[in-house]
């Protein structure tokens, strides 16, 4: 069954690594996302491109680049960084990827769809 909040242990997810997620959003809309630790710090988004609504990893086996520094939709390429889920390059610059909220609960991290 798909929650509203999605937790990950803080020490689970190292520096470069990605998970995907599935959250109800308060109306019961399911949400797929992904959660990023990008040098450190986790961020979430939906996995939907901002150009065509496609999934990042649709083509690929994850979301980022071959150099590890920014994510990647496979379909058309659009390349977004990671920290702010804007899109720098490719068919949408300018669109960001839609974020998830990341909140720390002691030694665990909480994601969820935003209010």
């Known amino acids: 069954m798909d929650a509203e909040t999605w937790r990950l ?3 689970t997810l190292a520096p470069g690594q990605t998970v995907k997620l599935r959250l109800r959003r308060h109306g ?3 949400v797929e996302g992904f959660v990023v630790n990008h040098a450190g710090t986790l961020v979430a988004y939906v996995n939907a491109c901002p150009h065509a609504g496609n999934p990042l990893d649709l083509r690929a086996a994850g979301f980022y680049s071959q150099d590890g520094r920014h994510l990647v939709c496979s379909v058309h390429g659009a390349v977004f960084a990671p920290d702010t889920g804007v899109c720098t390059e490719g068919p ?21 769809c935003p209010t």
């Open 92 to 112: 949408c610059p300018g669109a960001r990827l839609d974020p998830l909220t990341v909140t720390r609960d002691g030694d665990a991290f909480v994601i969820s």
């Open 28 to 30: 019961g809309q399911l």
């Open 9 to 11: 242990d803080a020490h």
